[in-house]
């Protein structure tokens, strides 16, 4: 089972950026699914954007598709969510998220919570108008 441990959070403008990452704490980070979650206050955790385990497919929610792009270097067992033209409304904490699939291709991504086993600790973004 790895860790996971997410940074990159912070405080920033309406229209702004940024670059959230994700560390694993194994080296085979490369059989896990890694997906972004959020969650705002008194709502519920809600999919941000996956990736399969080589990095060949990716997948996104439609509030956040044209403005956030995930990544992943698995040489150094890292998965990053770019942030761009934030909104508002993209306030919250963002988790990281895996589950290891060892036996599905490079073509498999998950956007629910329950497909995930493993989770980061959350790094806070605020976005201000």
């Known amino acids: 089972q790895v860790q996971l441990v997410e940074s990159g959070g912070g405080l920033v403008q309406a229209g702004g950026s940024l670059r959230l990452s994700c560390e694993a704490s194994?080296?085979?980070?490369?059989?896990?699914?890694v997906g972004w979650f959020r969650q705002a206050p008194g709502k519920k955790r809600e999919f941000v954007a996956a990736?399969?385990?080589?990095?060949?497919?990716?997948s996104y929610a439609d509030s956040v598709k044209g403005r956030f792009t995930i990544s992943r270097d698995n040489a150094k067992n890292t998965v990053s969510l770019q942030m761009n033209s934030l909104k508002t409304e993209d306030t919250g904490v963002y988790y990281c998220?895996?589950?290891?699939?060892?036996?599905?291709?490079?073509?498999?991504?998950?956007?629910?919570?329950?497909?995930?086993?493993?989770w980061g600790q959350g790094t806070q973004v605020t976005v201000s108008s």
């Open positions: 990736i399969s385990k080589m990095g060949g497919t990716s």
């Open positions: 998220a895996a589950k290891r699939r060892i036996f599905l291709g490079d073509t498999y991504t998950a956007a629910e919570v329950n497909d995930y086993d493993t």
């Open positions: 194994r080296d085979i980070f490369s059989t896990y699914v």
